[in-house]
Structures are given as C-alpha cells and as structure tokens.
C-alpha cells in the first residue's frame, strides 16, 4: 500500500514537472513582467526618509539599592505611556507652532512612530517624510515637546519636581538614502508574484486543457497499444509520404516501428485488414495510412490501399492516381475489382482510390458488396489497409469496424481531446470492434512531450540519400537493409521470425 502511494506520489510530481516545463516560456514572461512592474513601482514611487532619535527615561530620586531598583521599575512601567503620548496632541501640536508645518497633529501622527527597545527605559521616535532634513527636525522637535509635556504631566504643581527625566540621548540626523521605496524589497516581491501567477496560470490552463498531448496523457484515457509516434514535420505538408524523405530519417524510422508492431499486435488475427481512423479530420489518419501501406510493401508483401473515406477522400491525392473512378465504382457494379485497382511505385503495392463522392457513404460500406470486397482483397493480398473517415463526425469507420481484423487509431497531439478520444473509443467497443493500436502523430519536436527518434544504419549521411520530390509520381525506395525495429527481439522471440503479412494464416 505504501509502495503504490509512493509511486502516485511520484507519478503526481513528474506531471506538475511537466506542467511547469511545458509552459515555462508563461512562466518566464509572467516572472519578467512581474520584475518589470516592480522595478516601474519603484521608480515612480517617492522616496521617503527616516529620522531616528532616541530618549532615555530616569527617575530623579536617589537613594539605597531597592529604591533606585523601585524605580528603575517605575520608570519601565511609565515608558509605555510615554510611546503613546508622543502621537498626542499635547505633543505634536507644539511641533507644528515651532516648525510653522502646515498639517494637522493627526496628520503628523501618521508621520510618527514611537517603540520602546526591549525591556529598557530607551524609548525611539522614527520619524518619516519626503524631506530628510525635514523629518530630522520634527524627529528633534518631537523629542524635546515630548520631554517639556512629560515634565508637565508628571508634575502638575508648578513648583514641584518630576519624578522622571527624559534625556535625548541619540539626537536626530537627516538620513542619507531613503527609508523606501527599497529596490531590492521591490524586485524580490516582484519575482515572487510574478511566478506564484505563471505557475498558477500554467496549472489552471493545464487543468483546463484537455487535450491529448502524450503518451502520458493517452494513458489516462486507454490501455490500448502504443504503435509509434510521429514527429510533428512541418515539410509533410508539402512531402507527406514515405518515399519523399531520407530511408533512414527519423520519420521513415517511426513509421518502420509502426509498421513491426502493427504485425505483432495483429499476429493472432486470421484476417487481413486492418481499418485506419481518427477521432476528428486533421489528424493525419490518411498519411498514417498510405505511408503504413508503403511500409508493408517495403518488406516485400503484397499491399491493397483502399480510400474508403467517401467524404473527404484523400488517398488519390497523396499518391498522384486518379480517383474519378474506385471504391464506390466497384460497389455499385460499374467495373471489376481487378481492373480498378492501381498499382503504385516499385513495390508490389495495389490502390483503390475511393471513386466518385456518393450521397450515401455508410449505406454503401455497410452494404453486402463491401464485405465480398474486403474479402475478395483478404484472398488476393497479404495485407489490407483501409482509410476510414474520422469516428465522432460518421458512423462510416463504426460500421467499417465491423467487417475488418482490426483498426488503428490515429491520435493527432494537440488536437483531439480527452473526451473526443474516449468517445471514439466507446463508439468502436459498441461494435466489438478490435483496437489493434493507437498511432500518436504530430508530437512537437521540442516539448516535454516531444518525441526523438533517429538511427542511422547506413554510412551515408541522411542528406546522401535521394528523395524524390515529385508527387504525380512518386520513386518508392527500397531499403537496403532490415530497420533495427525488424530485428529486435522479445524474450527467446525474434522479430525477423514474425509473419510477413497481417493474419496467421498463408496469403495469396
């Protein structure tokens, strides 16, 4: 019990660590601003000045041991009514006459302050002004009007004598620095509030935040198999597939691992399709697919890429192919299977592009003739990959779901949110579907949730190896040796012994 506690203990840290580093450029500027403010605080502040005096308080009888302790005592006793008597009226207003200040004795006394130091018969008048030679006079003045109202108080007969004295002991002197604004003070506050807000701003907005942005954050939604990350790559956009970057980037290397996993994860199945979606569109669900359909061509297997996304159908752009005619051409009877799937590249990689947009997409992937399609793929090739629309907008993936080994969910970082995310799972359960894996795609180079991946097998450097930057017809690389994903081994398993295609059955 203690061990788990521990371990949440720790778990809970490292999240609030990742927290503060994933916004800490707002922590930083919000730091920055605080000094800032502080710093214009303090320069447009008016400096003010402090003026110290200090009285000694005696008894002026005299006489053995114990009478002098008496009054030592007596004179501890009557300091304390001399601190509040030095903001009086009867003080202060004789300040004001000699002085010729034009302010009232309560106004003054806001000015004062008097304290007595310790368990001593020493008594201290600060006083504060704008002027430094100003609050040393009424320090002075202050002193000496006290010493006269004492005398008077304690002795009210005018031939009398008073039993106590006061003497200035430390006379007042006009202070050289202001007493405040105090930079140092100024600037420490400054610093403290500035991160206490950009901390708080960062745990509140990662509160708020709830999308996807890591594993750490997948985990708090699914259980489902990590197949691989995909670095964000702002050159996709331009160079989306496979074959468009170096064989041994860190791209083409994710998408390898993707692509042994997928293998594993679907060993067990006796079918050969595997249905390729997303949460929301924008995601990356239909470059996951062609570039995972490139990937198993790469090893030699025979591949069908079919665009089963009748909405937004992406395929045929990607690959440069025509997609007038395909999927839906098929379905309704207008042409054979045989005659309209489109071979791609060098490898043996065959593509039904999705065809003209039909009125009724879920009508026609839910329909009899789908499934004698999927299953006259599953006969002819080893593997079959099928870009499905996104899960929350259609049903189309939901029913497509139904008639496949299994599917693959793409988790675009940043864009999809917790909730988004469990209702595409929740819809795919409501179907028995099987989530082979989730993909996460479009992680941030540089974040607590960034994902770096690079091994170079070849002696050749990456900018040696020659990308082809056309689209309309695009060079399919072959790779020249395993990817180390292929050859790594689990327990006394080996990865290179694992099947060529998705089920356990032979293809062909």
Not at 291 to 303: D, E, H, K, P
Not at 334 to 356: E, I, N, Y
Not at 365 to 394: H, Y
Request: proline share 6%.
């Amino acid at each position: 019990m203690q061990r788990h506690e521990s371990e949440r203990f720790n778990l809970e840290i490292i999240d609030y660590l990742r927290v503060l580093r994933r916004n800490w450029v707002l922590i930083v500027a919000s730091t920055l601003l605080g000094l800032l403010v502080a710093g214009a605080a303090a320069m447009v502040s008016t400096p003010t000045y402090t003026a110290r005096t200090q009285l000694f308080v005696a008894t002026q009888n005299s006489g053995s041991v114990l009478e002098l302790q008496q009054g030592n005592t007596f004179s501890q006793a009557r300091v304390a009514s001399y601190v509040e008597t030095a903001r009086t009226p009867v003080v202060l207003q004789p300040v004001i006459d000699s002085l010729g200040l034009e302010i009232s004795p309560s106004a003054l006394a806001e000015k004062i302050e008097a304290s007595v130091e310790g368990s001593t018969v020493l008594l201290n008048i600060a006083v504060t002004d704008s002027s430094p030679v100003r609050a040393a006079s009424i320090a002075e003045a202050v002193a000496q009007s006290l010493i006269s109202a004492v005398d008077r108080l304690e002795n009210p007969s005018s031939d009398g004598i008073s039993p106590v004295r006061l003497s200035v002991v430390t006379p007042a002197a006009a202070p050289s620095a202001p007493a405040s604004p105090n930079a140092r003070l100024y600037l420490a506050a400054g610093l403290l509030i500035g991160a206490a807000v950009g901390i708080g701003t960062a745990l509140l907005r990662s509160a708020i935040d709830t999308r996807i942005r890591g594993e750490v954050d997948l985990r708090k939604v699914t259980d489902a198999s990590l197949l691989g990350s995909i670095a964000f790559d702002a050159d996709a956009v331009k160079k989306p597939l496979l074959t468009q970057v170096p064989s041994q980037s860190p791209r083409a290397e994710s998408f390898r691992q993707i692509r042994t996993n997928l293998q594993f994860a679907h060993v067990s199945h006796s079918s050969k399709s595997v249905v390729v979606t997303s949460s929301l569109p924008g995601e990356g669900k239909s470059t996951t697919a062609v570039n995972m359909a490139i990937a198993l061509a790469q090893t030699g297997q025979r591949v069908a890429l079919v665009d089963a996304d009748l909405r937004r159908p992406m395929v045929g752009e990607y690959l440069g192919l025509d997609g007038s005619v395909g999927l839906t051409t098929c379905l309704v009877g207008r042409g054979s299977l045989d005659a309209l799937m489109q071979p791609w590249g060098s490898d043996d990689l065959q593509v039904l592009t999705s065809g003209s947009i039909p009125p009724n997409p879920s009508e026609l992937l839910g329909s009899a003739a789908m499934s004698g399609l999927i299953d006259a793929l599953e006969n002819e090739f080893d593997a079959v990959v099928i870009d499905a629309p996104p899960l929350l907008p259609v049903t189309d993936a939901a029913i497509l779901a139904q008639r496949v080994g299994g599917v693959v969910l793409v988790v675009g970082s940043q864009i999809v949110k917790v909730t988004d995310l469990q209702k595409s799972l929740s819809s795919l359960s409501m179907v028995d579907a099987d989530v082979l894996g989730v993909v996460l795609n479009r992680l941030p180079a540089k974040d607590p949730d960034s994902y770096a991946y690079s091994y170079y097998s070849s002696s050749k450097s990456p900018t040696e190896v020659q990308v082809e930057d056309n689209m309309q017809a695009p060079t399919t690389h072959r790779e020249t040796s395993e990817s180390p994903f292929d050859q790594i081994v689990y327990g006394d398993k080996d990865v290179t012994s694992a099947p060529r295609y998705f089920g356990s059955q032979g293809g062909g």
